[in-house]
C-alpha cells in the first residue's frame, strides 16, 4: 500500500506548484497540467491533499483529478479562508471504498496579525475509515496552524480524537513543525505514532531554508 501527503499550495518545484494552482484554484484547467500530476498521483492507493480549492460555487476540482487519476472514492472538508476569499481545505483520494469519513473541527479561534489583515486560525482534520488487507484503517490528514500557539491546542484536540479513534491508524498533514519541536515530539509519543519516513530523510518543504514540516505517522497492525 502506498500513501502520499500533498501541500498543494507550498510545493519545492515551481512548475509543480503552478500546475495545481491552475488546476484547483483557477476556473480554466489545462488538460495538459492536470494529466501530468494525475500520472504522479495515480501511483499511490491513498492521497492525502492539504489546501486544496474547496469552492462550491465554481465546481469541485477534485473530480477533475479524481477521474484522470483513477480513484474511485473522496472525502473533504473546509479547513480556513485563504487569501482572495478561496476556501480551503483537506482531502483524501482512495482507490478502495469508505466505511465512513468526516471532518473534525480543530479551531483554535487564535488571530495571527499579517500585512493582509487579521485572518482567523481556524483548522480541521479529515478523515476516512477503510478496510486494508483485511484491517480497520482510519486515514487523516491535517494542516495545522503557523503559531505555537495554535498547533499546541490543535494537536490537544487532534490527540482526542485520536484517543476516540480505531487501533490501526495513517496521519498524515502538514504540522508546520519541525521534527525537534516539543510539541510534537510530545504528541507523537501520546499517541504511540510511528514515522513512515524517517525524520532526518530530508526537507519537504522549501521557502527561503528547506524544511521538513509534512509527516505520515502510523500506529497499530500497519505494514
Not at 501527503?5 to 483557477?26: C, E, P, Q
Not at 491513498?46 to 477534485?62: A, M, R, W
Amino acid at each position: 500500500m502506498r500513501v502520499l501527503t500533498y501541500n498543494l499550495k507550498y510545493l519545492s518545484g515551481k512548475n509543480h506548484a503552478r500546475a495545481l494552482i491552475d488546476i484547483f484554484h483557477r476556473r480554466k484547467i489545462k488538460k495538459t497540467l492536470a494529466s501530468d500530476i494525475a500520472r504522479q498521483l495515480s501511483n499511490y492507493d491513498i492521497v492525502c491533499l492539504q489546501e486544496i480549492g474547496l469552492s462550491p460555487k465554481k465546481g469541485n476540482h477534485i473530480l477533475t483529478l479524481m477521474s484522470k487519476a483513477g480513484f474511485s472514492h473522496f472525502t473533504a472538508g473546509f479547513n480556513h479562508k485563504i487569501l482572495y476569499h478561496r476556501n480551503s481545505g483537506n482531502a483524501i483520494l482512495s482507490k478502495m471504498e469508505f466505511t465512513n469519513h468526516g471532518n473534525v473541527a480543530l479551531n483554535s479561534h487564535h488571530f495571527v496579525h499579517t500585512k493582509f489583515g487579521v485572518p482567523p486560525i481556524a483548522r480541521g482534520a479529515t478523515y476516512a475509515d477503510l478496510w486494508i488487507e483485511g484491517k480497520l484503517v482510519r486515514v487523516i490528514t491535517t494542516h495545522l496552524g503557523l503559531t505555537p500557539y495554535d498547533r499546541r491546542s490543535q494537536m490537544e484536540r487532534l490527540s482526542g480524537f485520536l484517543k476516540k479513534s480505531p487501533k490501526n491508524v495513517i496521519l498524515t498533514g502538514d504540522f508546520n513543525a519541525f521534527p525537534r519541536s516539543d510539541v510534537l515530539k510530545r504528541f507523537i509519543f501520546e499517541n504511540r505514532l510511528r514515522p513512515a519516513v524517517p525524520f532526518d530523510a530530508g526537507p519537504s518543504y522549501k521557502y527561503w531554508v528547506k524544511m521538513r514540516i509534512d509527516y505520515i505517522f502510523y500506529r497499530g497492525d500497519i505494514h
